[in-house]
């Protein structure tokens, strides 16, 4: 499966800087105008495209954010407070910068009429009634977040019916991956960190939750997928279809770097989600989209990497842009 073309557009990445938006830039950067709106909070500018403009700033100012939309034809929605736990602790500041500012920024893309792909999250369902969970799975979030990143998605439709916008939202099950950092970051580069530094690995709870771990890369492709898609005014999720408890995924960390570190239990974090796995029929049929990259191969390559050391193969795949349209 190759990636489809984006080419000759003025793009606006905000979250550009970050982890997902950063892998987004390098595959854009090449063919397209792209700006990038940031403001540094996980992400460096050490990875920035030449050709690439960045507007340092909060997404959540208002006047920065019509600069940054200006003259855009296509959006991707990157930059949010990534962290279910931060949105527990401050529901009302990870708001603000995850549902008010996304709506501010639907309003200028309709200003702008251009296409917006938008950052939705596997979050959204909660504890879901069934897994996988289908797209028409009832919607029950279990924190925050949750919420924010629910009316973040509904909005993204209720865009398309009521103003006839362009938008797609991309329900992101756990996405891992080059350049993901910082205290707040995902299961498996804390893992990978505490099993490097033979520190205990530890577990939230009883690790018998699972998790539907997807490839930066993938994820990556997905957001292609949606710039091009007639199938607009719609949510697809983007997993892989398979789950790992979090027992086992410290065990396979541990393996893959070779590491003594012991295994420890802590207690459950709370509005934590139990079980999520994503059903991909729909985005298959309708996006074209299916993981490519393999958990093992991904994780293997994550162990290999000092930092960000090497290029390969895994990643490569991610941001070459497409040779044949
Ligand atoms: C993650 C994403 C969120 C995304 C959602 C979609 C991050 C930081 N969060 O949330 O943005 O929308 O997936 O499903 O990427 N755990 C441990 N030990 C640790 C850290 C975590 O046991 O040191 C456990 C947690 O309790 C949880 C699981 O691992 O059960 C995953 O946690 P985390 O990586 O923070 O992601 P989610 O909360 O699933």
Do not use: W
């Amino acid at each position: 499966m190759t990636e489809p073309a984006v080419r000759g557009r003025r793009i606006l990445v905000t979250g550009g800087l970050g982890f997902v938006g950063s892998h987004l830039v390098d595959a854009l950067a090449p063919e397209n105008e792209v700006r990038i709106l940031d403001d540094r909070s996980s992400g460096t500018l050490a990875h920035v495209p030449e050709s690439a403009t960045v507007i340092e700033g909060d997404v959540g100012d208002r006047a920065t954010l019509e600069r940054a939309t200006h003259g855009v034809d296509l959006i991707f929605h990157e930059a949010a407070v990534v962290s279910v736990e931060r949105s527990v602790e401050a529901p009302l500041e990870t708001n603000r910068t995850n549902l008010a500012a996304s709506l501010a920024l639907l309003e200028c893309a309709r200003r702008e009429d251009a296409r917006v792909v938008v950052a939705s999250s596997a979050a959204i369902y909660g504890h879901p009634a069934e897994v996988p969970v289908r797209e028409t799975t009832p919607a029950a979030p279990t924190s925050p977040y949750g919420v924010q990143k629910l009316a973040l998605d509904q909005y993204a439709r209720l865009y398309h019916d009521l103003y006839g916008l362009e938008t797609v939202a991309l329900r992101y099950f756990n996405v891992y991956g080059p350049r993901q950092q910082g205290p707040y970051s995902g299961v498996i580069s804390t893992f990978l960190e505490q099993a490097r530094a033979g520190e205990p690995i530890t577990i939230e709870g009883d690790g018998e939750q699972t998790r539907d771990f997807v490839h930066v890369a993938d994820v990556v492709r997905a957001n292609l997928l949606a710039a091009t898609t007639d199938r607009v005014g719609e949510a697809y999720n983007v997993g892989t279809g398979r789950r790992l408890t979090i027992e086992s995924l410290a065990e396979t960390v541990r393996d893959a770097t070779g590491s003594s570190s012991a295994v420890v239990h802590r207690e459950p974090r709370p509005g934590d989600v139990r079980h999520s796995v994503a059903d991909l029929s729909k985005s298959r049929r309708a996006l074209g989209f299916d993981s490519q990259v393999e958990l093992e191969e991904g994780l293997a390559d994550l162990a290999g990497r000092a930092g960000e050391a090497s290029a390969d193969g895994v990643l490569e795949r991610a941001d070459r842009p497409s040779a044949d349209g």
